[in-house]
């Protein structure tokens, strides 16, 4: 038996105990006391050490709390065999990320933005004030995993005014974004959906479904939105679209094709409609249009919104609208994953909902929406020879169709020149052609689709926006022939 | 053609676009305009209304983006065909949700809760002010889908000097809550994982899991925890541990058990650990145990953390720290996935941790969770003659294991009686044996455990705590037979 003869500092910063431990377990780890050996009585070493009893006792129960000694009852404390192999090696934890270096452009006609005024800090800061203080400490306990039944009450109300949906505060789910919710669907309704979606499409949903494991279809959409003949085609039996202002391609689907939709999701039991209401909040002409869950009298629309994209992106809070025939799924298979929207965060959300503060914001975004929209498009009749604008009136980008016969990848790279960011509308196409469909079907796609670019404008200031379209100009109006126009041909 | 006598009125709420709107859709939809019927042009019926021509164009473009009427060049407006089907049944959205009746306890040994007081409320909203009034609007824009850099710097020091964590921030995933988190690693390492746990153990973990679809085994662990011979046998590649406080048994996992896990999924390519570190801060005796992630040298560790338990289960941020060798498949199958956590909430937390708030919060938490750990052990002794105390000197439970020959379910209902909320241990116990082990391997384990309820004393003061025994004493000493007793024998 060893008897341990540990230098103990006491002006060290660890605690007396801590050193006893600390010393031991090198010890026992580096060998040096080798397992099987018997280790002092805590009152021997409290006595050599000069220590309270209690010193080493606090030591003691740490290293058989952690295994490296036991206890054998009137025997005494024995070291442990501990593997070599495994000792916490300390890595230096400072670390650089090495962030790839993005172009900077100087105007960025991006379609995922929002208007950096737009947010309404002050209300928001005094909402978030009055709640922090107003509250009890309920905020901070767990809430309900649906979200809390008050918010859930004012987005029910709201949907109903605002877009004619038509559901009960339990048909509502509140989740942190709609990747999350995509993601909660994909537990209740399970493997095995073949799920049809256009193309070109909002490719991160595209992207999630793939990498839930799912067969996606992506549809060539006709001039009234989702194909309803290569629907019934492609065997899929849930249809993901967004009626309300198809993204990328900006169109709103006539009633007509909501009727044939809904009519095809009841047809078989096992059918359903994903309604992605993104940005119905924007529409400058005219009134919303209501949604297509709002016509659904057979309770198949499964129904998405976000405040992402009406208060503001880092605002993780979007909800999802159940069909009443899927909530005993719901139940089942999802109320398990708690809520990932703090209360805190759905309680801000619920005064700014029932005090008017969102309708408020939502003119007001209107009107800087319709604005910026009014100026991009007054300043693109300089162009109406190059290219021809459309999918306006809605959302917060237009695309524009080259009608100069220059490539969208030439457009794209053309406007980089000048430092504008434009988007090729061929980014938005998913890869994968339907299967036994011909290689082929993707490049005539591209072909009846034209050379198209996308041009969002919500984060631009209008200054931005005519400086950035005669820069788009210049970059676009070329000699029909020249150095630069090789790529044309090719 | 019609002429459209719409009574238009003035003083109505509605705009006069929308009664135009309102009228001609109404028309179509009961079938009084026929579908193909011509309709007035704007000219005409603007005339005829005594409107302005804008005002009729709005309602007609409505219309027409709608789809219940088309535009045909030089023809004029013409009604389309809507099916009857489908009319926006407006319902009632006032709803009343049916909360199930909870039996109400004056006093409840929750498992779940956190002390109500000790949530920094001051420094919270004084830091969550500073956020909002120092920021210049980018915490409103969309972040990094992982959490921000800067916030999981943080984190991955807080994880190294605390937890004996080795890991860079790239390793380190942000998420609202430990569901959502295992929902992405269900995305990043997709469908066919066997998953090993204790048994009886953390039933949301097991639920989740059993809701992705995975085999999962739940495992009767030995006295230092996951039981490796059962574990091999199991054939399971995913082991799913709480080393440093196993839920709900309260256990350490010595070192040798947890290189011995190590070595276990060292041995094939395709085997890694899920360390729970859930409620890893609150140790009464010693100091904390350093993780289980600390001692792999082979990368195999997927480490989960939350803030949920040390700050307020309403702060839904919890963090996944992956191996390295799972961060490409990350990158691949899950970057994709936005972010749950807003970067206000981030923000604050990172300021909390950076500051030092976050450890001086953990130890005064510590103190009061001692406080009211020391005084529920001491409360128990007038009891010792009933049960006997087990799983202490960490978390917020202990575990009573009963020794009057009352069963658990008996020692549970009795307690109700007294309106005192004990919660039997074999709730926690997963139903589903395993394959090809007799049915009856439930029971003997139950008999193995004996009756044994846990007592959760976080959400209680210690006056409840005190109150609240005496009521359990009250509860539990009854004569050795009686009309109350049957129970016993059956």
Redesign the interface.
């Known amino acids: 038996m060893n008897i341990l003869t540990i230098s103990l500092e006491k002006k060290k910063g660890s605690p007396m105990?801590?050193q006893i431990?600390e010393y031991i377990r090198d010890e026992i780890q580096s060998g040096k006391i080798l397992a099987g050996e018997k280790l002092p009585s805590s009152r021997t070493l409290a006595s050599h050490l000069g220590v309270s009893r209690s010193t080493v006792d606090?030591?003691y129960?740490?290293l058989l709390?952690?295994?490296?000694m036991i206890s054998q009852p009137c025997r005494g404390y024995f070291a442990?065999?501990?593997?070599q192999?495994?000792?916490?090696?300390?890595?230096n934890?400072k670390?650089k990320?090495s962030i790839p270096e993005k172009q900077k452009y100087r105007y960025d006609f991006s379609v995922?933005?929002?208007d950096?005024?737009g947010?309404p800090?002050q209300t928001?800061?005094k909402i978030?004030?009055n709640v922090?203080?107003e509250?009890d400490?309920r905020?901070?306990?767990?809430?309900d995993s649906q979200g809390e039944?008050s918010f859930r009450?004012e987005i029910?109300?709201y949907l109903?005014h605002a877009r004619?949906v038509?559901?009960?505060?339990?048909q509502i789910i509140v989740?942190?974004?709609?990747?999350?919710l995509l993601?909660?669907l994909h537990?209740i309704l399970?493997?095995g959906w073949k799920i049809a979606m256009d193309n070109p499409t909002y490719l991160?949903a595209y992207?999630?479904f793939k990498?839930?494991?799912y067969e996606v279809f992506p549809l060539e959409p006709d001039e009234?939105g989702m194909n309803l003949q290569k629907l019934q085609k492609s065997g899929a039996n849930l249809a993901y679209v967004m009626p309300s202002h198809q993204f990328p391609l900006g169109s709103?689907?006539?009633?007509?094709?909501?009727?044939q939709l809904?009519?095809w999701a009841a047809a078989e039991e096992d059918r359903f409609l994903i309604e992605d209401d993104y940005d119905s909040e924007f529409r400058y002409?005219?009134?919303p249009?209501?949604s297509l869950q709002?016509?659904?009298?057979r309770d198949k629309v499964i129904y998405l919104g976000t405040f992402?994209r009406s208060?503001?992106?880092?605002?993780?809070i979007s909800y999802m609208v159940l069909p009443q025939r899927l909530l005993p799924l719901y139940w089942e298979?999802?109320k398990?994953?708690?809520?990932?929207?703090?209360?805190?965060?759905q309680k801000i959300v619920e005064i700014f909902l029932r005090d008017g503060h969102f309708g408020r914001h939502l003119n007001r975004m209107r009107g800087i929406y319709r604005s910026k929209h009014d100026c991009l498009l007054t300043e693109m009749k300089k162009l109406r020879d190059i290219c021809t604008v459309q999918g306006e009136h809605a959302g917060v980008h237009v695309l524009l169709k080259m009608k100069n016969g220059m490539s969208e990848e030439e457009a794209v790279r053309r406007a980089a020149k000048e430092s504008v960011k434009v988007y090729g509308l061929s980014e938005y196409c998913v890869e994968n052609v339907i299967e036994k469909e011909s290689e082929n079907e993707k490049k005539d796609m591209m072909k009846r689709l034209g050379a198209t670019v996308l041009m969002g404008y919500a984060t631009l200031t209008e200054d931005e926006i005519r400086e950035a379209v005669t820069r788009l100009e210049k970059a676009w109006r070329v000699p029909a022939c020249g150095e630069d126009n090789t790529a044309f041909f090719s």
Chains 1, 2 share one sequence.
């Open positions: 105990y801590g431990y606090l030591a129960e740490q709390a952690e295994g490296y442990c065999e501990v593997d192999l495994y000792q916490i090696p300390r890595v934890s670390y990320e995922s933005g929002i950096r005024d947010f800090y928001w800061k978030s004030k922090l203080a509250d400490g905020l901070f306990q767990l809430g039944e009450q029910a109300s109903h004619g038509n559901c009960k505060p339990e989740g942190a974004g709609n990747d999350y993601l909660l537990i399970g493997m991160s992207q999630d990498k839930m494991g009234m709103v689907m006539p009633i007509q094709r909501r009727q809904l009519s002409k005219g009134k249009i209501p709002g016509y659904d009298s992402s208060l503001a992106p880092a605002i993780r298979r999802g398990n994953f708690s809520v990932t929207v703090s209360r805190v965060d």
